[in-house]
């Protein structure tokens, strides 16, 4: 059984930032998850950190017997359709930067979003950003590194499809989010239906409904996680079981690092198990 977390539940420099990413592997590892998504706001970060550095935590990962399997870009801090010429540059050398500091630690897939946000005109938006990630994915290919959108609030399952019909599925892949699905009242598991033909990864986690971007466990929520279990069944997905728990609501905020990724482990293996029944 292959689960995943994001550091971002036991190693994060803003919600634990007593707890650096050794640290945070030795929780998330001895807890059982065999899986881990990178964030650029664990500590260290990939982005800009020294190669020496990057090359001790994948050692440490592989002593822990961690597969580092993805990395999710900075999402808030760049966009990729960003209307301004200048802005969008910087951050597709930010993204760039991310890609060379993957390459050291090892990780094969880089989960990005961004690509159809912002305020303006939304066929100006899914153009800008489709120019932004042919970019990035030229710099990726030299890495093997494969890019992995996401779907948003904004960029719903469809206009995954409909960007990788351009794109070309070589060296992309989609990130399903659970509760990005959740938030924008559309359902997750018909989510899960429309990308399986392209589906490398999940960010699974609940929330309380509409509007809401919780991060919290399955079953904290109001998800229905038999019908999004179902459907991983039918598109045959083969990837992890890859949480994006993030304690930044109630009750994880109330929560050590260590209680947050065991609730987080035994609430997957309960969602797993009882949709095996």
């Known amino acids: 059984m292959q689960i995943g977390l994001s550091s971002l539940a036991a190693a994060s420099r803003v919600y634990f930032p007593d707890v650096d990413t050794y640290r945070g592997l030795e929780i998330i590892a001895k807890q059982g998850f065999t ?19 990057l090359e001790k935590i994948r050692a440490h990962a592989a002593g822990l017997g961690l597969t580092l399997w993805s990395a999710h870009s900075p999402c808030g801090a760049t966009n990729l359709s960003d209307p301004d010429a200048d802005g969008r540059a910087e951050s597709i050398e930010v993204h760039k930067r991310c890609l060379d500091g993957l390459a050291v630690l090892g990780v094969p897939n880089f989960v990005i979003h961004q690509v159809g946000g912002g305020d303006h005109e939304r066929e100006e938006q899914f153009r800008l950003g ?10 990726a290919r030299q890495y093997g590194i494969r890019l992995l959108i ?9 206009d995954l499809l409909d960007f990788l019909e351009v794109t ?20 997750p598991a018909e989510g899960i239906r429309t990308t399986g033909d392209f589906l490398v ?6 929330n309380q409904g509409a509007g809401k971007d919780d991060h919290l466990p ?11 279990m ?3 069944a039918e598109v045959s997905y083969g990837g992890p079981f890859m949480m994006e728990v993030i304690p930044h609501v109630p009750p994880l905020t109330e929560m050590s690092p260590e209680e947050v990724v065991r609730v987080s482990y035994e609430t997957m293996v309960k969602v797993i198990r009882e949709s095996e029944k």
């Not at 899986?35 to 020496?52: I, N, R």
């Not at 489709?130 to 710099?139: C, E, K």
């Not at 996401?150 to 469809?158: A, I, L, S």
């Not at 990864?201 to 609940?206: A, C, E, F, P, R």
């Open 201 to 206: 990864s999940l960010h699974i986690h609940d």
């Open 130 to 139: 489709l120019d932004s990630v042919f970019r990035i994915r030229r710099y």
């Open 35 to 53: 899986h881990l998504e990178y964030s650029d706001q664990t500590q260290p970060s990939y982005l800009d950190t020294p190669e020496a550095e």
């Open 150 to 158: 996401e779907n948003f609030p904004f960029f719903d399952p469809q």
């Open 218 to 228: 399955p079953t904290y929520g109001t998800t229905d996680w038999k019908a999004v």
């Open 230 to 232: 179902y459907a991983l």
């Open 168 to 187: 070309g599925p070589d060296g992309m892949g989609i990130v399903l989010d659970t509760g990005h699905e959740q938030q924008m009242g559309r359902d």
